[in-house]
């Protein structure tokens, strides 16, 4: 099993365009046959700070996922809007 922790971090000004885009890419990946789980959350102390923590059986279904009509179009759309560049944490299952 693979958890993705993935932070991307949205310009003040352009919160309210990114809202959307972030509620359909949830929900569209949600969708996803192979989708596991795929959460997204605000950092409290930062509302321009989202967190996504998802779920997918291997890397072969995350690649699947990168290479969905949502998500090669609604993840350029968000970088447009990013005050700095995010990360991407790719974690394994411990027994």
Known sequence: MLKVIAQHY???EC??????LLAELVEKSRAEAL?????LFTNQADPCH?????????RAALDLHAQTEHFTRIVPQLKDLTSREGSLLLMDAFA
């Open 10 to 12: 949205i310009r003040p």
């Open 15 to 20: 919160l309210d365009q990114a809202r959307p």
């Open 50 to 58: 989202f967190v996504f923590v998802e779920e997918w059986p291997d």
């Open 35 to 39: 989708c596991i789980g795929y959460d």
